[in-house]
């Protein structure tokens, strides 16, 4: 879900990387990684052979550079073995190199949590269900890279046959696209709508007792602003006590500046509606793939490959309290987002329901990370070719 922010939206967090900037990877041998031995290896396993489908099929994560994702080659045995494995832990064993990631940027990591929002909605507008969720207009493009480099635009429209920046988040709230029908659904909040945003993905729920299952389409180009950080930067909430609750509290006790707050992203998501055959799995995220609770991991994707097995070794929220919580789990990077930038950052798929947004909301973490790569590919790095 490219669109989805996971926590880092609350401040846009950003990190420049730089030639000089670069990361040590060093060789860990499985037995010395703590915790491995007590992994769930069957169920990474499982999400990594989700990764390997796509991978397969297309891998269209390789149409793009990617720093340490290697060729589709190195990738393609490794997923045509997973049929024949009896042994979960053995194939990862086996198949890969383990290698600690050292970030001289941020030596202290990053981690947050993504869940996907639910909420009430309806086919039809009217009986208080007024606020659209819009699919991607047919007039919203790419732009080749001159364009984007001269306007600092990657996506927008032609407008009198000249390159511009597409509709603003206001603009579009404000009735800029009525009338195209693109409209999927419709909901009651404009709150829930804008979180819906900010996650890119949600599960609608309809009176009958049937839902709708929301995913990323595409953005409108227009830079994103946190509004988290706008609250912050105003005093209205410090750094230290902000989180989603915090901000949807807020949002709920001033629901006339709540708008406008929401106004000052311009930034806008469009999606398009899915079929999950899986209840038990998320909606699909940017490699295309459904996403598995406490599994899928959201990642820079100009760094790492879409399907790159991940050991992540980080503390998590636990309770409304925010006790923490040791997380040593085998993750799988199938998604991303725009605030995911940097060699050890990632942002850890929750699912849904209450329980998933408490702790998404919450998490903030440092931790380690630990990349398994295929074997030749892993080589061809630590000998710097």
Request: charged share 25%; proline share 5%; hydrophobic share 40%.
């Amino acid at each position: 879900m490219i669109g989805r922010l996971g926590l880092a939206w609350i401040f846009a967090i950003s990190l420049a990387m730089t030639a000089e900037a670069k990361p040590f990877l060093a060789t860990v041998p499985f037995a010395q990684i703590e915790g491995w031995a007590d992994d769930d290896h069957a169920a990474a396993l499982a999400a990594f052979q989700r990764s390997c489908v796509e991978i397969l099929a297309s891998g269209r994560g390789f149409e793009r550079e990617v720093r340490f994702g290697g060729k589709r080659a190195d990738w393609l045995e490794v997923c045509e073995s997973t049929a024949h494995t009896k042994s979960a832990r053995q194939f990862f064993e086996e198949k890969f190199t383990a290698l600690k990631v050292a970030d001289p940027v941020r030596p202290e990591g990053l981690f947050t949590g993504y869940y996907e929002p639910e909420a009430e909605g309806s086919r039809t507008p009217g009986n208080g269900f007024d606020v659209p969720i819009y699919r991607k207009p047919d007039d919203l493009v790419s732009f080749d890279a001159a364009t984007e480099k001269r306007l600092n635009l990657k996506y927008g429209h032609l407008l009198h046959g000249k390159p511009a920046g597409y509709l603003t988040r206001r603009e579009i709230e404000e009735g800029a696209l009525q009338g195209r029908g693109l409209e999927i659904v419709w909901l009651k909040s404009w709150v829930d709508a804008f979180f819906i945003h900010v996650q890119g993905s949600g599960r609608i729920r309809f009176e009958d007792g049937s839902t709708m299952r929301l995913a990323y389409g595409a953005k409108s180009g227009q830079p994103y602003t946190g509004i988290g950080g706008v609250l912050v930067d105003r005093g209205v909430l410090t750094k230290d006590n902000m989180s989603m609750q915090a901000l949807r509290a807020w949002m709920k006790d001033n629901p006339g500046k709540a708008r406008e707050l929401m106004w000052e992203n311009k930034s806008f998501v469009f999606f398009r509606e899915v079929k999950v055959d899986d209840p038990s799995l998320g909606a699909p995220g940017a490699q295309q793939v459904s996403l598995t609770p406490l599994r899928s991991l959201a990642i820079d994707r100009s760094l790492w490959m879409f399907g790159t097995p991940i050991w992540l070794n980080a503390k998590v929220p636990s309770g409304p309290a925010g006790a923490l919580q040791e997380f040593r789990h085998l993750m799988v990077a199938q998604d991303t987002g725009t605030a995911i930038k940097g060699y050890v950052r990632g942002d850890v798929y929750w699912g849904w329901g209450e329980k998933a947004a408490s702790v998404a909301g919450q998490m903030k973490s440092p931790g380690a990370m630990i990349v398994l790569l295929p074997k030749k590919l892993a080589a061809r790095l630590l000998n710097g070719k």
